[in-house]
């Protein structure tokens, strides 16, 4: 007989980082209700124990805290006035995507309107890293609402930190995802330049990750540059263009340069005009590799 349930949350949203969510809230002992207009993900999920509800309005209604988990902008304001519309008790909603500030702040604006209260909490860490807990949540807002829900949010994350007034959640997202970025192509560029001079792929990523040179994002996306497989995506190129337009866009605002990371926005291009667009990031490489005209073979 199943225990006792530690409470109820719900989340819209299902794809690799919601999906992940809610897979480890109910290993956690949450019941957790789901909602994804995508009905393959909700029978996929539906398998792990989180019950689907048919429709958001459905899942507002049960659940005190909803957990937002979205692809765009377009998604999150929808989901919003779905929400705002229902004209519910007071939830709690947590916005994890990753968007523009803007659009953060409207939808806040709106669930305060109608008496909710917003909380930004984008969290870091791949989509791999999702599926095992190993995330960091940053978040920002109410901080009462924060301290109450810690135990939800280390449900399916290994911290959760509190930076104080709403945003300030995604303000550290950009700063986290500019160096990811960074990484990302810095590892590819090694990972070629190894290759080019007839080192063994497999050699160069356990050299790397004794010495001063290596990175969690290296230890994370290295492995696929290795094999030279790029399908199973943790982070779709695709998808991770729209998180590359947002911390430029942000930055630019601000009035900040960023040349390092301004530099790998062609390699990402690149990835997606050569048919990387919905493999990982990792598949940077294979871009590298082919202006590099590199020949996978034996080592030397």
């Known amino acids: 007989m199943a225990g006792k349930k530690k409470g109820t949350v719900g989340i819209v949203g299902l794809g690799i980082m919601g999906g992940a969510f809610a897979k480890n809230l ?23 124990g989180v019950e689907i509800a048919p429709g958001l309005k459905t899942l507002a209604a049960k659940v005190p805290t909803i957990i937002t988990s979205l692809p765009s902008p377009k998604a999150l304001e929808a989901t919003v006035a ?12 947590i916005e994890a995507s ?11 604006r709106a669930l305060k309107k109608a008496g909710h209260i917003a909380l930004d909490c984008p969290v870091s860490g791949t989509g791999s890293q999702a599926q095992v807990k190993d995330l960091i949540v940053y978040a920002s807002g109410n901080a009462r609402a924060i301290k109450k829900l810690r135990p939800m949010f280390l449900g399916f994350s290994r911290g959760v930190y509190d930076l104080g007034v709403y945003g300030n959640g995604s ?16 590892s590819a560029e090694a ?22 040179g290596n990175s969690r994002v290296f230890e994370l996306r290295a492995p696929m540059m290795v094999k030279n497989r790029y399908g199973e995506a943790t982070m779709k190129t695709k998808i991770w263009q729209k998180d590359m337009d947002v911390i430029g866009s942000f930055a630019r605002k601000i009035g ?45």
């Open 26 to 48: 109910v290993a956690s002992g949450w019941r957790v209700i789901g909602y994804d207009v995508d009905t393959k993900r909700c029978k996929a999920l539906a398998r792990l």
């Open 191 to 212: 990972m070629v330049l190894g290759m080019k001079a007839g080192l063994d792929p497999k050699m160069i990523f356990e050299m790397v990750t004794k010495g001063a």
């Open 256 to 300: 900040v340069r960023t040349p390092t990371f301004s530099a790998t926005i062609p390699v990402y291009e690149a990835a997606i005009r050569q048919g990387h667009g919905m493999e990982d990031t990792a598949s940077v490489c294979a871009v590298l590799e082919r202006l590099a005209k590199v020949k996978r073979g034996k080592s030397r």
């Open 82 to 93: 779905g929400i705002a519309a229902a004209k519910l008790p007071r939830r709690v909603v």
């Open 171 to 186: 303000r550290m997202k950009y700063v986290a995802n500019l160096l990811v970025a960074i990484h990302n192509v810095a």
């Open 98 to 108: 990753t968007f523009k500030l803007e659009d953060k702040i409207r939808a806040e």
